[in-house]
């Protein structure tokens, strides 16, 4: 999206009074951005939420000046924004109601990310941080990007697991992407922009103050297919994070502790009350897959058979899935072999079959072997 267009973004986000609903309201009234500010003030009273001082913000607004200064402080600081128009705008997060119409981003989106959310306690325990470690490692290399809130603890080490498999990972802040917080993940700020990308909702400037990350857990719930707690004491704001997936109709997935940790009350009595026990990605997995939309129909309605279904889907994938493919249409194989073929990294490929294993087109064995689903 150009500059010219994004001013009016900037601009209305910075009006007092239009919260995220009210926004979209006015979009859904008038369109387009521009339309919304040469609007009458009798037409934009109409919309709910929309007073007569709110209405005369709108179409006296002056502050164009300082809407340019922003846009150039976010080209300075390699940040750019992806309205809720723009492709790479999360496709889970259009399903949420107060969806935020533009989400500022370091690093890269990508429309294939298939989120994952992993959060827990800030105090989290040596158990909690090695279950997350492990647990995200997993997702990465199955190819899931694990989304998290970079605070202290389990979300810190939610995305360290996953940069370490070499997979993508996604961090949701509570503040503006030019204030790092906690301040002692720079390192960490820098290292999830190489490997995804830092995202808010909040404009440059705004400091971390305790309500915006409530306001943020719902992103990063909105965003996913399911969320992971992994350590949450019973009063803990992963319980709101959970609370706002099963609202967004999201799978709640928890990892049980000891009856005996403070830190593992939360978590326990989200068992109870049915969230999803898990020990180990595949678990997740299991849960998610019916609910990854498949582009092309992959069902059984050929009479050809699998011969039909796989000519149709080998016709559909990129030239680097074409080579996992070709390797696995000789037979049965063991992804070591996969790797050794195609002389890919292995992250790339096992990022590869697990998106052809979620549309149908292969299968995965025991002991790492990979067919064609039949």
Not at 48 to 67: E, H, L
Not at 196 to 216: D, Y
Not at 232 to 254: D, H, N, P, W, Y
Not at 336 to 363: H, K, Q
Request: net charge neutral.
């Amino acid at each position: 999206m150009n500059y010219s267009i994004l001013k009016y973004w900037i601009a209305l986000k910075s009006v007092t009074g239009i919260g995220n609903i009210t926004f979209l309201a006015l979009i859904d009234k008038f369109g387009s951005l521009p339309a919304i500010f040469s609007a009458s003030i009798s037409k934009l009273v109409e919309i709910p939420g929309i007073s007569k001082n709110i209405a005369a913000a709108i179409t006296g607004f002056k502050n164009w000046s300082k809407v340019e200064e922003e846009l150039e402080l976010l080209d300075k600081n390699k940040i750019h924004i992806i309205t809720c128009h723009d492709d790479l705008y999360p496709a889970k997060l259009l399903n949420i109601y107060d969806r935020p119409p533009l989400i500022y981003v370091r690093g890269n989106l990508s429309t294939e990310d298939i989120n994952i959310a992993v959060v827990g306690s800030r105090m989290a325990s040596t158990y909690g941080k090695y279950t997350t470690e492990r647990i995200s490692r997993e997702l990465a290399l199955k190819g899931l990007t694990v989304v998290s809130g970079m605070a202290r603890g389990i979300d810190s080490t939610a995305h360290r697991g996953a940069i370490t498999a070499h997979g993508r990972t996604i961090a949701v802040l509570g503040s503006g992407l030019d204030i790092i917080y906690p301040p002692e993940n720079k390192k960490l700020f820098d290292d999830i922009i190489q490997n995804g990308a830092v995202i808010s909702e909040f404009p440059l400037g705004t400091p971390p103050l305790p309500a915006n990350f409530p306001t943020r857990n719902r992103i990063i719930s909105g965003m996913s297919y399911g969320v992971v707690i992994v350590e949450a004491g019973e009063k803990s704001g992963s319980l709101i994070t959970a609370r706002l997936a099963l609202e967004q109709g999201r799978e709640v997935f928890a990892v049980p502790g000891s009856i005996d940790s403070a830190s593992s009350r939360g978590t326990n009595k989200l068992i109870k009350q049915g969230a999803i026990l898990i020990e180990n990605a595949d678990d997740i997995l299991e849960e998610i897959i019916p609910q990854i939309e498949i582009k092309k129909s992959l069902n059984s309605t050929h009479p050809a058979g699998s011969e039909k279904i796989n000519k149709e889907s080998h016709e559909t994938l990129t030239q680097f899935d074409q080579k996992i493919f070709e390797s696995i249409s000789k037979g049965r194989i063991h992804i070591d072999d996969i790797i050794s073929n195609t002389g890919f990294p292995s992250a790339g490929i096992l990022s590869a079959l697990t998106n052809m294993e979620l549309r149908g087109i292969i299968e995965q064995h025991p002991g790492k072997f990979f067919s064609l689903k039949k």
